[in-house]
């Protein structure tokens, strides 16, 4: 439980730091935080007095607010480039959905909370790294269709293409457990993208088979053949 709640509270200060959380603007619910971060109220909780102790965030009038400077006071994650060969997937939203709920399955699992026979059976490395490789190039090809439609340029997409794609760099080069935690949360902003995204989700025009490294979030694909 330590161990969750610092990556906790290093990722919370990893996404102020990048402008997942803007600066200036209010905190999402703590509810919220728990769904984004797919962690237990008393963890979130934790994590944000510690965030403000520190001067991470501020109280204004009970709420909790990213300063106008959102230097953070405390480590945050060291993300090399996301280097995952675009390949061919499902990327039907039932079957992305079901990925990601897979997902947080495993997370809960893993720290012994499976409350089926079924659910206390440990995913196989293989089934891990597909699940991860699926997940990365869902949520490019949803940022493509989003830029595509002409709606990937609003604060709120913004913020959320730039959480997916933290958490996909995060999830490719976590160890175990954490790992697992990475990847709930990268099925949980897949989802999200797709919700935003649900009038272009079945359009496949703007997904075409690619083989060069995964771009950065918000850049177009490279054409296929060429390098990083």
């Known amino acids: 439980m330590k161990d969750h709640r610092q990556h906790l509270t290093t990722w919370l200060r990893t996404l102020i730091a990048a402008g997942v959380y803007r600066p200036g603007a209010r905190l999402p619910s703590q509810r ?54 675009l390949t061919m997937h ?76 933290l958490a996909a760099r995060a999830v490719c080069h976590a160890d175990p457990p954490a790992h697992l935690w990475y990847l709930a949360c990268l099925g949980t902003a897949v ?4 919700h935003l995204g649900a009038p272009a989700a079945d359009d496949p025009a703007a997904d075409a088979p690619q083989t060069a490294h995964a771009p950065a979030a918000g850049q177009r694909p490279a054409p296929a053949g060429a390098g990083p």
Not at 60 to 75: A, E, H, M, S
Not at 119 to 143: D, Y
């Open 32 to 85: 919220e935080l728990a769904r984004v971060c797919v962690s237990d109220a008393y963890a979130i909780r934790s994590s944000c007095q510690q965030l403000l102790d520190e001067g991470t965030l501020e109280a204004r009038k009970r709420r909790l607010y990213v300063p106008d400077d959102p230097t953070p006071r405390g480590p945050t994650c060291t993300l090399p480039p996301l280097r995952v060969p």
């Open 90 to 165: 499902d990327h039907d939203p039932a079957a992305l959905r079901e990925a990601a709920l897979c997902t947080r399955v495993w997370w809960v699992c893993s720290r012994g909370k499976a409350t089926t026979p079924a659910m206390r059976q440990k995913p196989s490395r293989g089934a891990v790294g597909q699940q991860i490789a699926h997940l990365c190039t869902a949520f490019q090809h949803l940022a493509r269709q989003l830029a595509a439609h002409g709606m990937a340029d609003t604060p709120h997409a913004r913020s959320l293409t730039k959480r997916a794609e």
């Open 191 to 194: 989802e999200d993208l797709l």
